[in-house]
């Protein structure tokens, strides 16, 4: 059996999956003293910096009135979800234990899978769903108290 990994989009899952570790245990330990709202106001002020600084200097900006207004629609709810997130895994961070938010806020990979099929008419193949049903079924492990 040969294993082929296209470099692309798998180099940048795996680089976001390495930074959104180190989000959960940076926030848990920045959370300390301080409001969870708050802490998602200073995250995402810091983001917009960080963004506007890397879009500048590679010369991708482009006014965002040009673009057309199916995207700039579909940008901003996809915005206002993910504001919707980072509220909750922050709130999550305050109150439990970082080894157990994230892997349930992974529930979202099965979450999309559905999605996916739903609204963009994917077709997982068998194996693809077996390892997503292997993650649905790691997070209710999580959640069954002892």
Known sequence: MTVTIEPNWFFWAILSACFAALTAILAKVGLEGV?????????????????????????????????SSHTLIFLALSGLATGASWVCYFRALKVGEA????????????????FAVVFLHERPLLRDWIAILMIGAGVLVLAVKR
């Open 35 to 67: 409001d969870s709202d708050l802490a998602t106001l200073i995250r995402t002020g810091v983001i917009i910096v960080v963004l506007a600084t890397f879009v500048s200097f590679t010369g991708k900006w482009k006014s965002p009135f040009a673009l």
């Open 99 to 114: 080894s157990k938010v994230a892997p349930v806020d992974k529930l979202s990979v099965l979450l999309v899978a559905l």
